[in-house]
């Protein structure tokens, strides 16, 4: 059983519709916390700090299901050189949409999946090209009126509205959303 250490549906709907079984335990990593100037170190820092806080409660948390990986995962977007997590409020998502339409940015996931039974750690980022349709002001601020990229890194979800709002992708779909499918599925068919 995968252990996901996120508190993301997103990642838990990819992993059920790739029918991966998981349970979910949501870390408590204080994220603010943790800083590094490249982002494809800082999403890899953030994704093993989830998993090793989870780690950390086993075997006591899950005694009647056995953990054979704890996935922690962290997505930002890079655009321009500027790193985009989640927006703090609706402002900074219509500020950063109005510098994101018409361009293209990096979408980066870290990944670290951790064996609790030796400890051993696969960690990795993966980068996915995106492309954004250019916008008006008037869609710009009903898509932001939705809510839904308070929720999201980069302030998009691409299985959501702004799926529309995506000219085109270069790399990973999965990992778009949170997680790359094709890189955990290498890693758990070689037994971590």
Known sequence: MLLLASASPARRRLLEQAAIPH???VSGVDEEAIRHPDPA???QLLARAKARAVAGTLP???ADAPCTGVLGCDSVLVF???VFGKPRDP???IERWRR???GWGDLQTGHCLLAPADGSERVATVTTRVQ???LTDAEITAYVATGEPLQCAGGFALEGRGGALVERIEGCYSNVIGLSLPWLRRWLSHGM
Do not use: I, S, Y
């Open 60 to 62: 006591q948390a899950h």
């Open 41 to 43: 170190q800082l999403v």
């Open 23 to 25: 349970r979910v335990q």
């Open 80 to 82: 321009d050189g500027t």
């Open 100 to 102: 994101m339409a018409g």
């Open 91 to 93: 402002a900074e998502a």
């Open 132 to 134: 954004f349709a250019p």
